[in-house]
Structure formats: structure tokens, C-alpha cells
């Protein structure tokens, strides 16, 4: 069945380093790769999200990219701030109703 | 914009009674607007995906005749959790589905904390 992996589950990083989250997703026709952040108790929300037509997108300090033939995206986030802290999910869409498989998580804990 | 409100934020019940939780697309129309479920630590699980006019798709596993869903308006779905018992408890995100040229992408409510005593 179609699949989403995320890794790491858990990632810890220094104020100031760059952290990376990767996903494999398994189903070649999905054209549409987003992330969501979600803190504690809140909702997730979209912080970025890539398109099958091209293979990397930036947004300041997050950049978004895409490996269609691997079959994977990964998510970077440079300079780390303490409020870059929460739970990071990936996902692609299913082929079946417009709905979203989600990777696992990865919790990120950026130290001060 | 695309905003999606959920209501109400938190609900303690007994166990035995009926909640019902409602999500709204403030901004914008959404044809489809999704359920989901999140225990502590975990994924979000989806639930069903309800379409505007027509009856819900539930997942595997998920009990339609517990779990019901109506799609009255193109701005409003319910959640209704029929006799909710303790294993019940669990965090209710619903995420709407906004119709523009990216049909694809998703914007999720603040989510419902429920507690079944």
C-alpha cells in the first residue's frame, strides 16, 4: 500500500546548526510534497510544500527538496532557533480521494 | 486566509453520551474537509474524508455508526462521537481541503481535546 517514512523520530540540534528531516514516499504519481509543524497541543501547520515540477524550494531559513527518481524529499532548516522546536511531519497525497498519507514525526529539539 | 476553526477546543463527557464537534472553513469553501485522530506522541491517523453533499469515506478500521460525519454546507462538517467510552479519549483534528488552482492542500483546525470518564 502506499507508505510514507520519516526519519529521524527524534533530532536534536545546537542553536545556530542546520537540522535535516528526510521522507521516502512509495507512490511514483504523487506530484505534491508538504510539511507541517506542529508544537504541543497546537495544530499542524504548513510551513512549506514542494511540487512535482520542480526540485527544490526555499522560504528564508526552510528550504524544501525533491528527488523524484529516489522517491524522496527532505526538509532543511538552517540557523535553528529554540522556536524552531516541535514535531515536523511530511506527507504526499494518496492516489485514492485527495487525502494525505503522513510520515511518523520527527520531534526536534533545538538547546539555546 | 484559509482558515479553519474547530469548536469546541476541549469536552469532558461520561461515558455512555454523544459529542459532537464541528469544524468550519472561515475564508474559504471547502468541498472536502478530513478527520483525524492523534494520540500523544503519535502520527495523525485519518479517520474519513468527508465531501460536501454526499456521505463520508471512513477509513479501515473506523466505525462509521460510531463516528459520524455530515457535510451539511460547504463550509461546515461535524464530528458526532456516538456513546463515547474512555478508549474514545484522544485528540479530534479535522483539516480542510482548500478548493483553489492547489486543490491539494490542507489546512488543519486547532483540534479537539476529548475526555471520556
Known amino acids: 500500500g502506499e507508505n510514507v517514512e520519516q526519519h529521524p523520530s527524534t533530532l536534536s540540534v545546537q542553536e545556530g546548526d542546520s537540522a535535516v528531516i528526510k521522507c521516502t514516499y512509495s507512490d511514483s504519481a504523487s506530484n505534491y510534497f508538504p510539511w507541517y509543524k506542529q508544537e504541543l497541543g497546537k495544530r499542524p501547520q504548513l510551513i512549506i510544500d514542494i511540487r512535482s515540477n520542480v526540485g527544490e524550494k526555499k522560504d528564508q531559513r526552510i528550504a524544501v527538496t525533491l528527488n523524484k527518481t529516489a522517491k524522496h524529499f527532505s526538509l532543511h532548516i538552517t540557523e535553528t532557533q529554540p522556536e524552531d522546536s516541535a514535531v515536523y511531519f511530511c506527507a504526499a497525497p494518496s492516489s485514492v480521494g485527495g487525502k494525505l498519507i503522513f510520515g511518523q514525526g520527527t520531534e526536534l529539539s533545538v538547546k539555546p | 486566509g484559509a482558515v479553519v476553526s474547530q469548536h469546541p477546543s476541549w469536552v469532558i463527557c461520561k461515558s455512555g453520551t454523544s459529542v459532537k464537534i464541528e469544524c468550519r472553513s472561515l475564508?474559504?469553501?471547502?468541498?472536502?474537509m478530513f478527520w483525524y485522530r492523534q494520540f500523544p506522541k503519535q502520527s495523525l491517523m485519518l479517520m474519513a474524508t468527508s465531501n460536501e453533499g454526499s456521505k463520508a469515506t471512513y477509513e479501515q478500521g473506523v466505525e462509521k455508526d460510531k463516528f459520524l460525519i455530515n457535510h451539511a454546507s460547504l463550509t461546515l462538517s461535524t464530528l458526532t462521537v456516538t456513546s463515547a467510552h474512555p478508549e474514545d479519549s484522544s485528540f479530534y483534528i479535522c483539516?480542510?481541503?482548500?478548493?483553489?488552482?492547489?486543490?491539494?492542500?490542507?489546512?488543519f483546525g486547532p483540534g479537539t481535546r476529548l475526555t471520556v470518564l
Open positions: 483539516s480542510a481541503r482548500d478548493g483553489g488552482v492547489y486543490t491539494d492542500t490542507q489546512y
Open positions: 475564508d474559504f469553501q471547502a468541498t472536502t
